[in-house]
Each structure stands twice: as structure tokens, then as C-alpha cells.
């Protein structure tokens, strides 16, 4: 079973390195969501935020031709956007008085409470995850998640697959997903306390 | 992972994260209009150092300007950021052109003195620097001051 979906994603980013901006655009729509989840995790004003975002995709577009490895490409990103977050926090940070004990990061985490940091979290690992299905999976859950519902008529339609495989296929979608790379090291990772420096620390 | 063990509350945590991620529309147009800036072939000045990323607080006082380095082939750029300005130099030293521009096609250029020192304004959003012109031109990856 192909754990990574990467064969598509390899030929989006070796046709927008030939200069097909209509490939960019699918890269965008793809991996869009992971750099908005991984900016908006780290606390910064929106002006800040949006600087962050245009940054990423201004140095994914220089780094195209050495990108060697699809699968590596979320992981990229989100470091990426990542880095680029917390950076601006600590070059800001300057102008503001900083308790001496608290670091600037931690500050700009303990803004969120614990339980909107645990779904924030939560909802970064599961985007990551469906991008490690195969399209056509990711496709159906998002497509049963549709709202208002579709009918398992449209579904069917919209798929071209038969009625009787979305129940198997959703069962086998989820399974899949659980294997996933992103969900196997967030689950490790599910007794790191909020706020508490943890990942966050460990990703500056 | 126990929480995800029921399919309908994997389903109904895979609903909240993509309604999360509900994207603004200004965010995208970025990403894709980004795609103008693709280079061929170019050849980027690496990062070699920047105290924003070293654990500098402890050894630097807060209202330190930021210092960055890059590297190319024997060729160094060193920057020093202040309020709202750039002041740099280019190693080996050299008179050459220095311009600074960012996504928005907004441009600053200057002509570094024989011993590669000049000094720049900045520009608002992501921004980058080139050095010299034409076939000579070295350029860094984009940066947030």
C-alpha cells in the first residue's frame, strides 16, 4: 500500500519549474491550507502573518529546481513558515518589555488558551495527513464532508465509483489515514503540554 | 490514538480541520502571483548567519540591530538592519550596484563605495537583495526584516 501520494505532486512541481503557473496554482491549492494552519498557530499581526505566507511561497518558487524530494515538500513548508513565524516574533519582539522568565515565544503561544492550542494542533496534523492519501481518498472524505451533505448519488457521480464502495472506502480511507506518517508522530507526541515551550521550542 | 479509534469522530475532527482552514482570499492570490518572481538557473547567496535566528538575546542587548550573513563562491554580503534602513558591505570589497527590491515591484538601488560598503532604505513585505549587474548579479533568497 503506498503510504504517499507523491507521483502527482512530483509532476506538479517539475512542470512549474518549466513555467506552468497553472501547476503552481494546483501546488498553491494543495498545500495552501498546511502553511495557513502552521502560520496561524504561531500568534502574529495579520499584516505580519500575510508577510509570513508571502514569503513561503516566494522561496518555494526559488527552490523548485533543488526540491529533489516530493514527499519532503509539506515538511519543507511547514518548516518553512515556521521559521519565518517565529523569527518575526523574535525581531519584533525588540521593541516590546519581556518579563524575564518568559521568552517572547512563550507569550505569543499563551495567548491561545490550552484547549483552542490542542484543536489547533489537532486540526494541523490531520490537513497534513490527507495530503499523504491518495487523491482519489482525500477526495471522498472531503466530499462526504461537504456542507450542506451531498448524496451518496452525487458523491458516486462527481468520484465515478459505484454507490456501494464509499461506505468500504471511507472505512479503508480512515484506516489509511491513522497509518499515516503525520498522525502516527502526532500521536506520539499527544502528552506534550500546550504552551509549554515542547514542539514549539524544539521547531525554533 | 484512542480519540480517533470511531471513525465518526476522526470524520467529525477532519470536518472542523478543514473548516479551520477556510483560506483568505488575499493569501492565495499571494502564493499564486508569487509564481512571477520564478528565476531559471539563478544561483542564490546562502544564508550563512542571522542573529534573529542564533539564540542572540542572551549575548546581545534588545535593541541590537539585526546582522545577517551570506555566502557565494568566495563572495560575501554582510548586512546590518536598523529602523529602516540597510546598511551593508560587500566582501571581497568592490564598487558595484546594490538594489533592493520586494514582491511588489517596488526597487531601491544604490552603488556600493570601493570598499563595498552602502547603505539602503527598506522596503515594505519580503524583500531581496542583488549585487552587481547583468552576468555578474548575485542574488539573496527573499528575507522578512
Redesign the interface.
Known amino acids: 500500500m503506498p503510504m504517499f501520494d507523491t507521483s502527482d505532486v512530483a509532476d506538479l512541481v517539475a512542470r512549474a519549474r518549466d513555467g506552468d503557473q497553472a501547476a503552481w496554482n494546483d501546488l498553491v491549492e494543495r498545500f495552501l491550507p498546511l502553511v495557513t494552519s502552521v502560520i496561524n498557530r504561531i500568534r502574529l499581526p495579520a499584516s505580519d502573518a500575510d508577510d509570513v505566507n508571502q514569503t513561503v511561497w516566494l522561496r518555494l518558487v526559488e527552490h523548485l529546481k533543488d526540491l529533489r524530494e516530493p514527499a519532503a515538500l509539506p515538511g519543507w513548508l511547514a518548516t518553512v513558515a515556521r521559521n519565518e513565524a517565529l523569527r518575526l516574533i523574535k525581531v519584533r519582539g525588540r521593541s516590546v518589555p519581556v518579563e524575564p522568565e518568559r521568552s517572547v515565544l512563550n507569550i505569543a503561544v499563551d495567548d491561545h488558551s490550552d484547549e483552542e492550542l490542542i484543536r489547533q494542533e489537532r486540526s494541523a496534523a490531520l490537513l497534513s495527513a490527507l495530503q499523504e492519501l491518495p487523491e482519489k481518498r482525500r477526495d471522498l472524505l472531503t466530499l462526504l464532508l461537504e456542507d450542506p451533505p451531498l448524496s451518496y448519488r452525487e458523491i458516486s457521480d462527481r468520484l465515478d465509483i459505484p454507490i456501494g464502495y464509499i461506505g468500504p472506502t471511507r472505512a479503508r480511507a480512515l484506516a489509511q489515514l491513522r497509518e499515516t506518517t503525520s498522525l502516527r508522530a502526532y500521536c506520539l507526541d499527544e502528552d506534550y503540554e500546550p504552551g509549554r515551550g515542547g514542539r514549539h521550542a524544539a521547531m525554533g | 490514538?484512542p480519540r480517533?479509534d470511531d471513525?465518526e469522530v476522526?470524520?467529525a475532527?477532519?470536518?472542523?480541520?478543514?473548516a479551520?482552514?477556510a483560506?483568505p482570499e488575499?493569501?492565495?492570490e499571494?502564493?499564486?502571483a508569487?509564481?512571477a518572481?520564478?528565476?531559471v538557473?539563478?544561483e542564490?547567496l546562502q544564508l550563512s548567519y542571522?542573529s534573529?535566528?542564533v539564540s542572540a538575546?542572551a549575548i546581545r542587548g534588545?535593541?541590537d540591530p539585526?546582522l545577517l550573513s551570506f555566502e557565494l563562491a568566495g563572495l560575501s554580503l554582510e548586512l546590518e538592519i536598523a529602523a529602516d534602513s540597510i546598511w551593508g558591505q560587500v566582501i571581497p570589497g568592490r564598487a558595484c550596484s546594490v538594489t533592493v527590491e520586494n514582491?511588489a515591484g517596488d526597487q531601491l538601488t544604490t552603488t556600493a563605495d570601493e570598499s563595498g560598503i552602502f547603505h539602503l532604505g527598506v522596503l515594505p513585505?519580503?524583500l531581496r537583495l542583488r549585487i552587481g549587474t547583468d552576468a555578474e548579479a548575485r542574488q539573496t533568497?527573499?528575507?522578512?526584516?
Open positions: 490514538m480517533w471513525d476522526l470524520m475532527d477532519i470536518g472542523e480541520a478543514l479551520r482552514e483560506v488575499h493569501r492565495r499571494a502564493a499564486r508569487a509564481f518572481w520564478r528565476t538557473d539563478e542564490l542571522d534573529a535566528e538575546a534588545a535593541d539585526r514582491a513585505g519580503p533568497d527573499w528575507l522578512l526584516l
